[in-house]
């Protein structure tokens, strides 16, 4: 993340006027599935196709002036996601990391969530309803969290989109904190680079 620092929530806070506050959400919840009745799934983790393409957390700029951080990221959320955003909040529990970059003078505040699995589907469905989709979003994905046995399908290929800002490395990041993926399978996932066949 060449040009990003990493900051303290409260000095995060404290930056002034001129700065612009971000919030993001990485939603997930536990999967009993199996994906070809053999491969686990473990985790659904959500994530977004934005307007520009690239992949992307749910949530976006937020107005310090209208209420918190979290107030914020819900109201984006809400609008992102659509209806099915009102069954849970995020809060500051949830908050887990804040970045800037060396670009214009924008913060970017990082949340994760977990939700049920029907929490979860829900969003999905109501997401084609929601506000801004077609709009600022073209769709969610989720994440796979296995590696095929070619080594290169599953999270490999996932991590080999374009992703927003920070968000690849807050996955990544997530995934090892929280647990979702085995950290050795994680290691080898993120250090791939798939090239293009000849």
């Known amino acids: 993340m060449a040009g990003v620092r990493r900051l303290q929530l409260e000095e995060a806070l404290a930056l002034g006027s001129e700065w612009r506050h971000a ?13 070809f009745g053999r ?15 690239r992949l992307g957390f749910p949530g976006g700029l937020v107005n310090r002036q209208d209420g918190s951080l979290e107030d914020g990221l819900n109201r984006e959320l ?15 529990t949830d908050y887990r990391s804040s970045h800037v970059g060396s670009g214009p003078h924008v913060v970017a505040h990082f ?3 977990l939700l049920t699995l029907e929490q979860l589907t829900a969003v ?3 997401a084609p309803r929601a506000k801004d989709h077609g709009l600022e979003v073209l769709g969610l994905v989720r994440v796979p969290l296995y590696t095929l ?4 399908g599953g999270l490999p290929a996932f991590l080999e ?13 997530a995934l090892k904190d929280l647990k979702l993926v085995e950290s050795g399978s994680l290691s080898k996932a993120a250090g791939r680079r798939i090239s293009a066949p000849p």
């Open 78 to 92: 809400s609008e992102e996601l659509g209806e099915a955003a009102a069954a849970f909040r995020v809060e500051r």
């Open 124 to 126: 999905e469905i109501g």
């Open 149 to 152: 046995r070619d080594g290169v």
């Open 111 to 113: 949340y994760a969530k």
């Open 161 to 173: 989109n374009s992703f927003i800002g920070t968000a690849r490395e807050q996955l990544l990041e």
């Open 39 to 53: 491969i686990p799934l473990r985790y659904a983790v959500l994530m977004q196709m934005r307007f520009d393409g």
């Open 23 to 35: 919030c993001h959400a990485l939603l997930y919840a536990p999967d009993p599935g199996l994906l």
